[in-house]
């Protein structure tokens, strides 16, 4: 029979104490993991970002329609020979962009278009070629973090998806005696809204991976549940727009109306409800689908400064910091909408006003992802 132990006597100090917990066990075992995983997501980012630019400018200079047929094994080699060239060309002469609109192109104005859309799907095997590559890679070495080898797949099945999707969008215009100048706009934002998809994937990961699973865990305790679905609803809104304002680049619409904040004199522009059946005025009428643009911008910014308004209440100072850039960036997106109409829509405008939607989608996305996941700081940091 054991003796009995003194009052203050240290309890488990001989050979059956039990070890202690090692603190951070949840992430244990996987040293550098999120930082490679992070480092290959920040790269298919720039590049998805790139991809997003450069077919803005393909769609802004009317490229699209330059490459004829889907090869996606041999289309990534150009035309190398005069005959080549000149094969590309004759497709091309078979559309109606080119019989109605670019009769007059000879087969150097040809390849100046050529080479945007061929860049533009270069590109998108770069991205395809750098998930494959860099998943395996990480499977390989053993670098994916427990619970991350599914989701990683996501990005890369969105993007083989986005591939069928381009085609798909393309092939409307690919016609002959059909009198289809562009690619069908509800296509082209059905081809943007998946790329800001796959964007909003990535840019999620990334902010995840950031912090360890043990830190996400307690933030997510103390998460601020009303400003992250108000967060929610903004996101949402701002891509509703993105989508109706790539409905105003499929036709052009940016260029029909160069007056604000009226519309060739009038609040609702005349002559916007012409087609038959009345539906096909959304997607197809330039006075109504550029209105509708408007009248959404105006919307979006009234309930994001209503957000930005119960953002300022929040008890973490990055969250707060993060709704400000919300706001400023809007603002900033806003000015550059007015100066697009304006100036009808140049090249260059029309570049930087949909790369500001890029960062204005992933600021509402950060700032979504400190509502849910806020960042503790000290109490001399909260009062600042």
Sequence with gaps: MT????????VGTGETAQPKAAPGGIDRGRGGARGAVRAWLAVLFALVVMMIAVGGLTRLTDS????????????????????DWQAEFEKYQQIDEFRIQNQWMELDDFKRIYWWE???????????????????????????????????????????LQGAIGWWMVSSG?????????????????????????????????????????????????????????STGLLHFAFLQILIGAL??????????????????????????????????????PGLVQFVHRITGYLLAA?????????RRSAHPR???????????????????????LYAAPVGLGLVHQLVAVALFVAILRARFLSLYPIVTSLKETRA
């Design 174 to 230: 690919v016609t002959s005696g059909a009198g289809m100048l562009d690619v069908a706009s509800y296509r082209l934002a059905t081809h943007l809204g998946l790329a800001f998809v796959i964007l909003g994937v990535i840019a999620w990961y990334i902010m995840k991976l950031g912090r360890p699973e043990r830190e996400l865990m307690q933030a997510h305790r103390i998460s601020e549940r009303k400003l992250y679905g108000m």
């Design 64 to 83: 699209g329609l330059s490459i004829t047929e889907w090869a996606p094994i041999a289309g990534a080699v150009p035309p190398t020979s005069v005959e």
């Design 248 to 285: 105003v680049a499929g036709i052009d619409a940016g260029r029909s109306f160069t007056d604000w904040p009226l519309m060739g004199g009038r609040v609702f522009p005349a002559n916007s409800l012409y087609l038959e059946p009345l539906w096909r005025n959304l997607f197809e009428s």
């Design 118 to 160: 061929w860049g533009h799907r270069q590109l998108g095997r770069v991205i395809g070629l750098v998930w494959v590559i860099g998943y395996l890679g990480l499977l390989v070495t053993g670098k994916i973090p427990t619970g991350w080898k599914g989701r990683l797949i996501i990005p890369g099945a969105l993007g083989g």
């Design 319 to 341: 969250t707060r910091f993060a709704f400000n850039t919300v706001m400023a960036v809007l603002a900033l997106q806003i000015l550059l909408g007015i100066m697009t109409v």
């Design 3 to 10: 003796g009995q132990r003194k009052l203050f006597e240290e």
């Design 303 to 311: 309930f994001c400064v209503v957000v930005w308004l119960r953002g």
